[in-house]
């Protein structure tokens, strides 16, 4: 029988819990199977030495990631990130704080890196590396999101999500991975996206969606599906192919693009923006995804790759994309390399090429999420806080309600939603439930004051978690909605005699 989940209740503020030591162990998720490990370059399963090999990795990585050793040294436990986690805080497990969560592989570094915890172990809070140690990290490991909410509290910088990623990667070298990511980048290799959804059936839907935006406002939308010499590749994760309320998001993109004028495809080997390499931590792995990108725009001959709404994508390929993949010297060098969608469509706002009639988006009261790989860890623009600010301005720009949740729980400060970093799965729901609670609190408390009937996300994860879990806390799963459905109905369409470069292309 499925466990009966204790939905947090909502207060009219946050409460630091009290802590219920060792609520959530053996909450974590399912293990990856041989197969699937095999598929990403990993040892199938545990072997006999786990021990020595963990060990060797921990060494690897010490050296390879300077961040890694200086996060393992510098903690001076003064406390200021305990409360920050929202797994902490709708958990109440001790082992959630985020000093503590590092401690689980702090303790182990300090047994067999450094001198005195190898002569005097109980002295300094080291421990050797036992079975219920990697138990341990096997489900804390698994109950962070690498939202990176506490590091923008910690004095030293220290930050949480990396040491997630190291341990995550010593896991996956011991045979210890965990389904859900390592499942999804297998099909990513195997067929080119997170869902498994074949070309003959993504263009299938395409072309099934070109028919519904017709039907729906009488004009020739395309969505283009590896269309070789167009100017643009749309990255964008394959939930909004159709999940709702992703695909709505990309209903959004494509009428931006047509009223744009310019000319754009989708890609079937790229057709996945999401890069779990990164949730797993494994730099191989993120590469490999990331490399499929370059090779589509190649092939297709585009000269600028814009990204959809997806918040770690958007993290991969502002930061990573051009170490991993590049040089993307054969793109269009007048555009930044890549490019959001939200700071396409913020261009076209501010040089007048998109006109938006705000009052279709009347009935709805609108708020925005701040998706944590965007918020902590990308920009948008080129002015610093871009990432903060040219959403706000898009929904702002296509409708006349909009109100900001707490100022404590937006922007850096942020809270994850509770399924990120590899979490989105259904064996780690109770996590996800009882970690969306400091969001919900904070959506529950704008809706009392302002009543909000929608929450804007540009994060497919995110979109896809509040769809799972608004209903847990008395809202509707649908108040969920993309950025670009917003401002794809609000486009007010130009007539192809006004703008003949949007002639449909036959
Ligand atoms: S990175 Fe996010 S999920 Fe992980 S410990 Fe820090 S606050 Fe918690
Ligand atoms: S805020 Fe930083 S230094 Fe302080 S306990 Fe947390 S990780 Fe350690």
Known sequence: MAKTIDVPVLKPYIEIPKLQPDVMAGSGPYIAKPDMQAALGFR????????????????????????????????????????????????????NMPVARQDLIRKVYRRYFTLAGKY????????????????????????????????????????????TMAAREILNSIGRGQKYSNEIIGKVYKIGNNLGLPEPALRDTLEGLEEDVEADIGIKVRFPLDEAGAEILLVTPSADFFAEPHVDGLVGYAKVFHQAGVTWTLSSKASEAANFGLFIGSYENMRRIALRIREAAIELGVKRIVFGECGHAWRVAYSFLNTLAGPF?????????PQHICEFTYDLLQSGKLTLDKSVNDHRVMTFHDSCNV?????????????????????????????????????DQTYCCGGGGGLLTDDLLELRIKGAMPRMQALQQATEQYQITHLAAICAICKSQFTKVLPYYGFKMDQVISVHQLIGDAIVFQTDSEHPENNTVT
């Open 120 to 163: 005097f172990p109980k002295l300094v809070g080291a421990v050797d590396l036992t079975e219920e140690v990697l138990n341990d990290w096997h489900n804390y490991y698994h109950q962070c999101s690498e939202c990176r909410r506490c590091s923008v509290y910690c004095p030293y910088g220290i930050d949480t999500a990396e040491v």
């Open 44 to 95: 199938g399963e545990l072997p006999e030495d786990w021990q020595s090999i963990a060990l060797n990795k921990m060494g690897e990585l010490l050296k390879k990631y300077r961040s890694f050793q200086v996060y393992m040294d510098a903690c001076v436990k003064c406390g200021a990130c305990t409360d920050k986690c929202h797994y902490l805080l709708g958990t109440a497990d001790p082992k």
């Open 375 to 411: 918020a902590r860890a990308s920009r948008m623009g080129n002015v610093p806080g871009g990432q903060f600010t040219i959403p706000r301005e898009l929904i702002k720009a296509a409708c006349n309600n909009f109100y900001d949740m707490a100022p404590e729980t937006i922007h």
């Open 329 to 337: 010297d054969f793109l269009d060098p007048r555009y930044p390399v």
